[in-house]
């Protein structure tokens, strides 16, 4: 299925080779395309494997998979704007908390989700791994009991971890 030039004409990320590759917190670099299934709730799930960061105090890099899940509204994110918004992290200096809260929340601006949740598990630094997991579901619908559900129950069962 072909996309019309009207749905396409605002990415100016996807198929140009010239991208640049900005190396420190760029959200300008997120671009959108239109939902066309809204008439359903459905997730979205992105893994980013080779997230990177910097420690504010140290300036040690720091490594995480970063998670993210999202049931659309109007917008989508587009995958690489996504990629490349990620990718712009790599000279930024923040905790791990504040890294997976600011993707959230540049994401709401960006899209307006219905629901949107954030999850990083950073690889140990000193002995200890650290992973965070925020999210969030638009006020006054049914999502947001869902986000208070999945944030009160989101690590029942966790999962084995023999990669770290």
Known sequence: MSRSNNETKQLSLLGNKDVEYKTDYCPEVLETFVNKHRENDYFVKFNCPEFTSLCPITGQPDFATIYISYIPD?????????????????????????????????????????????????????????????????????????????LANHDMYPEKVDNR
């Open 74 to 150: 109007e917008l989508m994110v587009e995958s690489k704007s996504l990629k490349l918004y990620l990718f712009s992290f790599r000279n930024h200096g923040d905790f791990h908390e504040d890294c997976v809260n600011i993707i959230m929340k540049d994401l709401i601006k960006l899209m307006n989700p219905k629901y949107i949740e954030v999850w990083g598990k950073f690889l140990p630094r000193g002995g200890i791994s650290i992973d965070p997991y925020c999210n969030y579901g638009r006020p006054g619908t049914k999502w947001e009991k869902v986000a208070w559900d999945r």
